[in-house]
């Protein structure tokens, strides 16, 4: 919080500010005492220093694996950091379910599919499914939600058809294939399709996948982006504080704990 | 090694079982032909190109044959007619082929017609020759280099370019890798053609093209020379061009293809008769040319929940056998798929993934067999993730598995980085170096955990093959008995490529295989 004391922070390795940093990389050439020379001097220039080649491998022919410890002089004012200040607290399986039945009367309806080329629907089933993900139930096994997960390579056009038939609340596109940036040209036709079909603003539109966080996912003109480790409550958490806000049954201001930034 | 678990007797009683599930299937088999395999039979005569437009020759000879309506005579059949119009080469029997009304040529008189189908027959033997000629060359470098111990360390390139595929499959087969996959260009298994050429662009992967097999397996070749050792190589026989693909690895030396009897029908949306016909005759070729099948059972537990549905895993593998051994792949070509996917946050589970891996090993005590790492509950904390992929290496070693896909520590974020492979790789080595042989010296208590869960999946995968039996394995498909994926018959993609043999349908290829 601006205007508070300075509160200072370094890494911690075993000692406080010791500015202790582990660093792996790999360097094009074969293993020799240039090449481990070369990885010090390429560290110290990143500003490092004490810098300890813990280990040089030869992960083949002409390829060295390194890796590294340094430290850094490096410090950030901890009391100068601004994010969002947390108000609501994450809600849990059985208060979301009451809070939709409380507030809206009627289930919540979510689409989801992996669009476009896409095959791989592990993230959209760990969101989705009823299993869920890590010990987190998915949508599907929330009684208040009514889920549609439509599977792998559905296109664009058609998820949102879907979706737009049954009076969808919330649509889900998975992305998992980022080869050469294929997700973001096929999320931003979703978002072009999502425009042209007239739910764009008024649909909430969620972005996920393991290189998808919630400012490229706001970039490319979705209402959230979750990453890598995502738990399906946390997904159902937005989608409800989103539609409560939506609706005016919240402030707009409101922030949660969870909520992606 | 680990118990028993079940009797001989049950383990026969579940193979009768998938026999039984099978049979019906079989002779749908028998009396259809695909496009696909009527483009393979083209591919065996040399028509491998690809035309002005990029359109592979054996597509256009075949969607000409198909939109004529003769297709169901058999290629082979319409390729002796080009011969016999004069066609001096595959090309020119493609250009006449493509130029007349075939369906208004004459039939033709019975003795031109039992000689031109001797003609074609003599050619398609010279081909098989020539193929034979290049999978024994194949066969003697293997055992003249040797290959380790298994289970043999896989892992996967996946760059879209074939030339930097090859700088990091050499990379990997330096770091200890003893077979490399080139993972696919994304959504290649629905492409219904074999793209031509080597590719440099992909999206996921890189193009499955002969030419991309002909460049890897060269350099493989090089790289074994001079490591002293065979590093296989393998690719994706999947999806709706499985019998084409099955034919271009056969021809430039592949070791392994992943091919399964019913992946394409439950992941892919692939129409489930156009599967089945098709898996046939890729599973074919690959008895012929020696080539290993990695069946994939482990997508079963990526989608439903591996606790649960690991019986699923059990029946399907039987249905897996049945179908490969009905193609006359033998034991030792068998990569029955399975894998390390029981959420790590329940208790007991290295106990019970050793007892669905040994489980696994009693069924098919002869198999090569296919692990593969736990990708589904991957955490992106690479340093807990390393250490989950080297408990599926231990599992590996115990249970003799044939075949192992390396897990990456930075599964669920990134294709692995260099590091990452040269990192799983030293680990798996040294596991399966420190535990090699533990099966021989552990027993497993016939009273324990590991047994009692073994015996329960196999009760239950006896149930599911009961019923495969009972209603039919498309009845079972229907359900979304495998994988949690409801399927139907007429459903999903490349139905229309399906033809009913005529019954002077003409395929000395299949002939020539099934008299293998």
Not at chain 1, 168 to 182: G, H, K, M
Not at chain 2, 280 to 306: H, Q
Not at chain 2, 412 to 427: E, F, G, Q, S
Request: aromatic share 8%; glycine share 8%.
């Amino acid at each position: 919080m601006p205007g508070t004391a300075r509160q200072i922070i370094r890494p911690y390795g075993d000692r406080r500010d010791d500015g202790v940093v582990q660093l792996s990389f790999t360097f094009p050439v074969p293993l020799t005492e240039k090449a481990k020379e070369a990885a010090a001097q390429f560290v110290r220039r990143m500003g490092f220093s004490d810098v300890r080649i813990a280990a040089a491998e030869p992960a083949a022919d002409n390829y060295t694996f390194f890796i590294i410890y340094a430290r850094s002089g490096m410090y950030i004012d901890y009391s100068e950091i601004q994010v969002s200040e947390l108000v609501a607290r994450k809600l849990d399986f059985d208060e979301l379910n009451r809070l939709v039945e409380e507030k809206f009367g009627r289930r919540v309806i979510v689409f989801g599919a992996c669009t476009g080329t896409d095959t791989h629907t592990v993230g959209i089933d760990a969101i989705l499914n009823m299993k869920g993900y890590a010990g987190d139930y998915g949508l599907e096994r929330y009684p208040w939600f009514e889920v549609s997960n439509l599977g792998s390579q559905v296109p664009n056009a058609e998820l949102i058809r879907r979706a737009m038939q049954k009076g969808a609340d919330a649509i889900l596109v998975s992305q998992v294939v980022t080869q050469r940036d294929v997700h973001k040209e096929n999320t931003r036709q979703f978002i072009e399709a999502a425009k042209e079909a007239g739910i764009y603003g008024r649909t909430l539109l969620l972005l996920g996948g393991p290189r998808v966080d919630h400012r490229l996912a706001l970039e490319l003109g979705f209402d959230a982006g979750f990453g890598p480790g995502t738990k399906p409550s946390e997904v159902a958490n937005f989608i409800v504080h989103s539609l409560l806000k939506k609706s005016g049954q919240e402030p707009k201001e409101l922030h949660y704990q969870g909520e992606p930034q | 090694m680990g118990g028993p678990f079940v009797d001989d007797a049950q383990l026969e009683y579940a193979r009768r079982l998938a026999g039984e599930t099978t049979g019906p299937v079989l002779e749908l088999i028998r009396q259809h032909t695909t496009v696909s395999i009527e483009r393979t039979v083209l591919r065996l005569f040399g028509i491998a190109g690809a035309g002005s437009r990029g359109v592979p020759l054996a597509n256009l000879l075949v969607d000409r044959l198909h939109a004529a309506g003769v297709l169901n005579k058999g290629a082979a059949y319409w390729y002796g007619r080009a011969l016999q119009m004069g066609a001096a080469s595959p090309m020119e029997a493609v250009e006449r082929l493509t130029s007349v009304p075939i369906e208004k040529l004459p039939a033709l008189a019975p003795e031109e017609e039992a000689k031109l189908r001797e003609d074609v027959r003599d050619e398609a033997r010279a081909a098989v020759e020539d193929l034979r000629r290049r999978v024994r060359a194949r066969d003697e470098l293997r055992s003249e280099l040797g290959m380790p111990e298994p289970p043999h360390k896989y892992v996967i390139v996946a760059t879209g370019n074939i030339h930097d595929d090859v700088d990091q499959a050499l990379a990997a087969a330096q770091g200890g890798a003893d077979v490399i996959a080139v993972i696919r260009s994304t959504a290649q298994s629905l492409l219904d053609y074999v793209p031509n050429g080597a590719t440099t662009e992909g999206y996921g992967g890189t193009y499955a093209t002969q030419e991309n097999f002909r460049i890897m397996r060269e350099a493989l070749d090089a790289e074994s020379r001079k490591l002293g050792r065979y590093v296989q190589l393998t690719n994706y026989s999947s999806g709706l061009c499985m019998a084409e693909i099955a034919f271009c690895a056969a021809y430039e030396r592949l070791d392994m293809l992943l091919n399964d009897a019913m992946y394409g029908i439950l992941f892919r949306d692939i129409n489930m008769r156009r599967t089945f016909i098709d898996q046939y005759f890729s599973r074919r070729v690959c008895a012929l040319a020696g080539i290993i099948i990695n069946t994939g059972e482990d997508n079963y537990i990526t989608t439903a929940d591996a606790y649960e549905s690991a019986h699923t895993v059990i029946a399907s593998q039987f249905i897996n056998e049945s179908f490969a051994k009905a193609a006359g792949l033998k034991d030792w070509q068998l990569g029955l798929g399975h894998s390390y996917e029981i959420d790590p946050q329940r208790p007991e589970t290295l106990l019970l993934e050793l007892s669905q891996a040994m489980l696994v090993r009693r069924c098919f005590p002869n198999a090569a067999l296919k692990y593969m790492p736990p990708t589904k509950h991957k955490q992106t904390d690479i340093f807990f993730s390393h250490a989950y992929d080297v408990m599926a290496d231990l599992v590996a070693v115990w249970t003799r598995q044939g075949i192992q896909l390396l897990g990456m520590m930075t599964e669920a974020m990134h294709t692995p980085l260099l590091a990452d492979r040269y990192v799983a790789l030293k680990a798996a080595s040294y596991i399966h170096r420190a535990a090699r042989g533990i099966d021989r010296e552990f027993e497993v208590r016939d009273d324990g955990k590991i047994s009692e869960r073994a015996r329960a999946v196999f009760r239950e995968a006896i149930e599911l093959l009961e019923e495969c039996r009972r209603d039919g394995l498309i009845a079972a498909i229907g359900r979304g008995r495998f994988g949690d994926v409801k399927r139907a018959e007429l459903a999903g993609k490349g139905l229309d490529g399906v033809l009913e043999k005529s019954p002077d349908y003409f395929n000395p290829l299949l002939e020539l295989l099934e008299a293998n």
